[in-house]
């Protein structure tokens, strides 16, 4: 079972490994380094999902040249690692997650081969007719052994506005190619925001909201960081419904394939902004306009921000997460980020009504997920 800093140190563990491909690959968990067991988290199999990213990058003409070897963790590397050796033209590379093997076929193709993989606009797969050739392989063997040890349990990747910025109108393919990036890097703790406004329809429907009353609340595609953030409410938009909707079905695609690979998605978590028609249909909430973010004019400016002692907040909070997990599912751990002061003023500046703030925040998050980590 994971532990809190790494897989358990079970040194005794009979080792797994597949040579790929095959036609009926053995079935392995895809362990994620450094998060606690969810009794509902389901375990994937990590030499599959990194035989296909192997497919993907290099071809199918390549991917009998890689034996993926799925390891546990030991005590004296508690956050993972992988190896690297070549032997009989093969390259053998063995790791403790999908991501650790990933990251040990970037290693090699890095190091060994003298290629890459990088984004496609600063070069795309360069990986040259004669990196892989027996000749070159062979030449390898020197090499010898590579161990390289995971040096912390978690790499956290994205900035809360690269969606808005790079990713609004992403399909699958580019999604596709962005995780397998994020693998190869080592990464296993990314942001996933997609569907989060499809989500949040969901919940304020739940308290009595129609579509039609979100209309001046969601931005559009390109500015919903900024939306999430509470910095502006409705520019760009009405949010399509379509968009909405589409963007729900990739996020349980893309989530699919972090799992897949071992990786723990940071999901937003309710921040206690509310569209405008929620006090009217419940005039007792105590609600106050944030402050007017870069100068936008009142239609899109000043949401309305949830007292942090008005019960509202960890209702909406716990709903929305609720709801989220039941569309979503559950991970090896529970990473949440929210935002309520993201370059703006608070209402009151005293340490008591920022403390209820967090605090509100926090609530939403466990009262659905005891286990949520902000």
């Keep these: 079972m994971?532990?809190?800093l790494g897989t358990s140190c079970h040194d005794s563990q009979?080792?797994?490994?597949?040579?790929?491909?095959?036609?009926q690959p053995a079935a392995f968990s895809a362990v994620s380094e450094g998060l606690p067991a969810n009794q509902s988290y389901q375990a994937h199999d990590a030499v599959a999902a990194v035989h296909d990213l192997i497919i993907r990058q290099l071809g199918q003409q390549h991917a009998h040249?890689?034996?993926?070897?799925?390891?546990?963790?030991t005590c004296k590397a508690p956050h993972g690692h992988f190896t690297v050796r070549v032997h009989d033209a093969v390259v053998h590379i063995s790791g403790t997650s999908g991501v650790q093997l990933a990251s040990g076929v970037h290693w090699f193709l890095k190091y060994f081969a003298r290629c890459s993989i990088s984004w496609e606009l600063t070069?795309?797969?360069?990986?040259?007719?004669?990196?892989?050739?027996?000749a070159s392989l062979a030449a390898m063997e020197a090499r010898g052994t590579v161990t390289v040890e995971r040096a912390v349990p978690l790499s956290f990747y994205q900035n809360v506005v690269t969606m808005s910025y790079s990713m609004a109108f992403w399909e699958w393919d580019r999604w596709e190619a962005?995780?397998?990036w994020m693998a190869l890097q080592g990464i296993n703790m990314p942001l996933m925001p997609l569907g989060m406004e499809a989500l949040q329809a969901a919940t304020f429907a739940g308290l009595g909201l129609a579509p039609e009353q979100l209309q001046d609340f969601f931005p559009g595609p390109a500015f919903l960081a900024w939306g999430r953030m509470g910095n502006i409410q409705g520019y760009g938009g009405p949010l399509p419904r379509e968009y909405m909707d589409k963007q729900l079905q990739l996020a349980r695609r893309v989530v699919s394939r972090m799992r897949e690979l071992g990786m723990t998605p940071v999901y937003p978590a309710f921040a206690g902004f509310v569209p405008r028609a929620l006090a009217a249909l419940y005039p007792g909430a105590a609600v106050t306009p944030a402050s007017r973010w870069c100068h936008f004019p009142d239609a899109y400016a000043c949401p309305y921000l949830l007292a942090p002692d008005d019960p509202l907040f960890a209702q909406i909070g716990s709903a929305y997460i609720s709801t989220l997990r039941r569309e979503l599912g559950w991970d090896a751990a529970s990473y949440y980020i929210a935002d309520t002061f993201n370059e703006m003023k608070p209402a009151c500046g005293s340490a008591e009504y920022l403390a209820g703030v967090s605090r509100s925040v926090h609530a939403g998050m466990t009262a659905a997920d005891p286990n949520a980590i902000w």
């Design 65 to 73: 040249l890689f034996n993926l070897v799925l390891v546990p963790c």
């Design 2 to 4: 994971p532990s809190a």
């Design 14 to 23: 009979q080792q797994q490994s597949v040579h790929v491909p095959t036609e």
């Design 178 to 180: 962005e995780l397998d």
């Design 123 to 134: 070069g795309g797969v360069q990986v040259g007719a004669t990196c892989l050739s027996p």
